[in-house]
């Protein structure tokens, strides 16, 4: 019930096309869910992140899309650059002192130019 | 911005060795995390700490433990380093619910 399965495990897009990735859980106490970015020979950086209330959130190229009733979540990338190849983790949190993020095991992507 | 150090990118060590990873973040953060991360298998929680002096375990403590003397530092400790603990380690720190990563620190168990 704590898992947070991610597909696909990797994905190979052309240069200004949409990348799609997306993750599903079983918690329903989850009521935090961001995406990271993970360059190689880096660690981790928070890209995005969305919370139940809310159905879709966009920053720039970047857009979370969330469904409480199917309990999935998706992260969408807009005309996708050869910049934006890398490894992309989903995670969910409940939102109370003493927890941790779960994570997704990861989609690698790249945009070929 | 936040930061947070590890205090190596790379390390080799023998089997059966005590090894240290150390940690530090400088914003004062509550909340600190030791994850492995290995390909296919994503993060995985090794343990974290919500307080000083204070550790929960995570998914895989197995063959780990942890010190969190003073706020900004976190330590793993493999007490006696195994092969199968060659990986990618990567700290983090939050103060509520946004985890900030340090550059990892890729061990080698020879």
């Known amino acids: 019930q704590q898992q947070v399965k991610q597909s696909p495990q990797s994905l190979i897009v052309q240069k200004g096309g949409i990348s799609i990735i997306n993750c599903a859980y079983e918690n329903t106490a989850f009521d935090y869910f961001p995406w990271y970015q993970q360059f190689p020979g880096k660690g981790p950086a928070l890209l995005i992140a969305?919370?139940?209330?809310?159905s879709e959130k966009k920053e720039g190229r970047f857009t979370i899309s969330f469904n409480k009733s199917a309990k999935q979540f998706s992260l969408h990338i807009m005309d996708s650059q050869p910049g934006d190849s890398a490894t992309y983790f989903c995670a969910a949190l409940v939102d109370q002192a003493g927890t941790a993020l779960i994570f997704g095991k990861g989609t690698t992507l790249s945009v070929s130019s | 911005d936040v930061k947070v150090t590890q205090s190596s990118r790379y390390l080799v060590k023998r089997t059966g060795e005590k090894v240290f990873l150390e940690c530090v973040q400088d914003?004062?953060?509550?909340?600190m995390f030791w994850y492995r991360q290995d390909p296919g298998l994503g993060l995985r929680l090794i343990y974290f700490s919500y307080d000083v002096k204070m550790k929960e375990k995570g998914d895989i403590p197995e063959g780990y433990s942890v010190s969190r003397e003073k706020k900004e530092r976190f330590s793993l400790i493999l007490e006696s380093a195994s092969t199968n603990q060659t990986s990618m380690y990567l700290c983090a720190s939050s103060l509520r619910v946004a985890q900030y990563f340090g550059p990892g620190t890729r061990l080698t168990v020879l």
């Open positions: 969305i919370r139940p209330d809310v």
């Open positions: 914003m004062d953060h509550e909340n």
